[in-house]
């Protein structure tokens, strides 16, 4: 088992490997694990608590790459940051794959519940049904990094099993118990993407052809991201995309954002104009 002394370690995957009997998360891992294009299935995450997938956290220098997982993500508690690869991403995931189900409460992804600024995504996809309340994304729940070249095939937040049909057009629904374990209240849905809910990072030629949200419930949900205040680039929307209020094809809601850098060189420039009008402004106060 990996752990927080896994820098400089490479892992090799040789086989395809059934984790049924054996389930509990790999803490931290700041190495490199070569999946070889193996599979890991019986993946079931059923604990308490929040950070949870196959590694909880993959730190700056991980890379994981070539893998496939397969299984349940089912945490109760506070059931936030879960992914079917990380909980926490702020390496590098690249050529990954996730099959089966998610629930959680927030910052759910088939890849990372939420892909920080150094976090790295790439080529990774996800054929997962995913359900949650709040920043909810098929490849990262929130991403403040980079997501490239990955897709969402999976259902999210699109499950029509357990919803009550009466309500269905009111404020007050929520999912059935024996349905859904984390008993998702549709009323508080928002931020929800078919590749990230909320992502202040950069996202760039992704793909998503899942049905993304609810009939008329739901706040802030695209087909790409839910809600997007960095750079968003290059991407296709072909899933059909329902909700309540700020519902788009690529995104639900943009955030406008605007940084401008000056140099010191700009400034210079500047204090010299300046300069010059002033030294022409009292020259001709001179002949007056």
């Known amino acids: 088992q990996a752990h927080g002394f896994s820098c400089g370690i490479t892992v090799s995957l040789e086989a395809d490997i059934n984790m049924s009997y054996f389930s ?3 803490p931290v891992f700041c ?3 070569k999946g070889n294009g ?22 700056e220098k991980a890379v994981v790459e070539d893998l496939t997982v397969e299984g349940e993500l089912k945490p109760v508690g506070s059931r936030k940051k879960i992914g079917g690869i990380a909980g926490t991403n702020r390496g590098t995931i690249r050529n990954c794959t996730f099959l089966g189900t998610g629930e959680a409460l927030e910052n759910l992804g088939g890849i990372a519940g939420i892909n920080e600024e150094t976090g790295v995504i790439e080529n990774c996809t996800n054929r997962a049904e995913l359900t949650g309340n709040r920043r909810i994304g098929g ?5 403040a990094g980079t997501i490239q070249d990955c897709k969402n095939e999976g259902e999210i937040n699109a499950a029509s099993e357990g919803v009550d049909e009466e309500s269905k057009d009111t404020n007050n629904i929520s999912v059935d118990r024996e349905s859904i374990q984390t008993t998702v209240v549709i009323e508080k849905v928002y931020d929800v993407g078919g590749i990230s809910g909320l992502s202040s990072g950069n996202i760039r030629q ?10 008329h419930t739901g706040y802030n949900i695209g087909g790409i991201v839910g809600r997007q205040k960095g ?15 700020d519902v788009g094809g690529i995104a639900g809601q943009l955030e406008p954002f605007l940084m401008i850098e000056y140099g010191q060189d700009t400034f210079d420039k500047i204090h010299d104009q300046v300069d010059q009008i002033g030294g022409t402004t009292d020259a001709i106060s001179q002949e007056f």
């Open 38 to 59: 193996h599979t890991i299935s019986g993946l079931a995450i059923k604990q308490k608590g929040s950070n949870l997938g196959l590694f909880r956290y993959l730190g």
């Open 31 to 33: 190495g490199v694990f």
């Open 231 to 245: 750079i968003l680039s290059l991407c296709d929307n072909q899933g059909v995309i329902t909700g309540r209020k």
């Open 139 to 143: 490849i990262a729940g929130e991403n």
């Open 206 to 215: 992704c793909m998503n052809s899942g049905s993304i949200g609810y009939g």
């Open 24 to 26: 509990s998360p790999i």
